[in-house]
């Protein structure tokens, strides 16, 4: 009799283990997904930010001719990866920490129709990526219909207020760390940078 007692003590004292090793799996298992999921959001904004740092570096070049926004939106466009463009604005800093005018903040650009703020900044949005490859010509520069023509790159550095800084926005709309199909886990990031706008060379304007 004393052995069977002991018997079901001891099984129900493995019983009591099992669910206690079962509760600090499930524990163990969700710190794991948690540290995953915020390692792979910060590592995904991290490279949006490199991207949008690699932007501001080419729009502030000044080659011949002018490097045109649409190659920081080719750039840009190159660089998404498995997110996608909401809005890349080439714009003017204003105040000591290089943010955006701003009217260029609250423009939310939609097809290809030119979208900025004279002299300020010029929005690209996903409509312009996707017909990117197909533009025409005159969609680069300052001519009707371009769609720079609000701060055409090639009047930046002739006109007597030439910006010494540019800047630019990005927002991406992007799968998170953890996740890699564009219908799940879809969230947005936002990112953005300013540079020093290159001296022309020498003998040109």
């Known amino acids: 009799m004393a052995e069977r007692k002991r018997h079901r003590h001891g099984s129900r004292e ?4 099992l669910v206690e090793a079962a509760l600090v799996l499930v524990v163990v298992v ?3 997904a948690g540290v995953s999921a915020v390692s792979g959001e910060w590592g995904e904004q991290t490279r949006t930010e490199q991207l949008v740092t690699r932007a501001a ?3 502030a070049r000044h ?5 045109s926004d649409l190659d ?3 750039l840009v466009g190159g660089g998404l990866g498995a997110a996608t463009l909401e809005r890349l604005v080439v714009y003017r800093p204003v105040g000591v920490d290089g943010a955006p005018p701003p009217a260029c903040v609250e423009l939310r650009p939609t097809g290809t129709v030119p979208a900025g703020v004279v002299g300020a900044c010029t929005a690209f949005g996903p409509g312009h990526l996707e017909a990117l490859a197909g533009a025409p010509v005159s969609a680069r520069g300052c001519g009707p219909g371009s769609w720079e023509v609000t701060w ?3 009047t930046r550095r002739t006109t007597a207020d030439a910006p010494g800084w540019i800047g630019i ?3 991406v709309r992007g799968p998170d760390g953890a996740t890699v199909s564009s219908g799940a886990g879809a969230i ?3 990112a953005r940078a300013v540079a020093a706008v290159d001296p022309p060379p020498p003998g040109r304007p």
């Open 14 to 17: 493995s019983g009591v283990a």
């Open 30 to 32: 969700a710190l794991l």
């Open 57 to 59: 570096r080419l729009a």
């Open 63 to 67: 080659t011949d001719p002018v490097t």
């Open 72 to 74: 920081v939106l080719a």
């Open 152 to 154: 055409c790159p090639a």
């Open 169 to 171: 926005l990005l927002d």
């Open 188 to 190: 947005r990031r936002s």
